[in-house]
Nanobody, 115 residues
């Protein structure tokens, strides 16, 4: 079973930036689709961004133009660069890996944007 280790969350002021990292413990990372989700208090978990094995990306409307998802297959790591952060971006961010029918979630990392 693959494991995902996330890092990079924290507290930032409105307009600031953070970069989240998600490192996978498997060599088949390059054959896996990677996504970032987030869950704010009292809300359902929602998709933020996805990057396919072909590096094609998709974003939620709320983060388009501000967030960038990327991957480094040599490091088995996916990233989420978050710029122009807003208080409404405050949430626990989860990394997600899909390898054929196998799905794995990271433990989550807290992102808090102060106004």
């Amino acid at each position: 079973q693959v494991q995902l280790v996330e890092s990079g969350g924290g507290l930032v002021q409105t307009g600031g930036s953070l970069r989240l990292s998600c490192r996978a413990s498997r060599s088949a990372f390059s054959a896996s689709a990677m996504s970032w989700y987030r869950q704010a208090p009292g809300k359902e978990r929602e998709l933020v961004a996805r990057i396919a094995t072909t590096s094609i990306t998709n974003y939620a409307d709320a983060v388009k133009g501000r967030f960038t998802i990327s991957r480094d297959n040599a490091k088995n790591t996916a990233y989420l660069q978050m710029n122009s952060l807003k208080p409404e971006d405050t949430a626990v961010y989860y990394c997600h890996l899909r390898y054929f029918t196998e799905e794995t979630w990271g433990q989550g990392t807290q992102v808090t944007v102060s106004s």
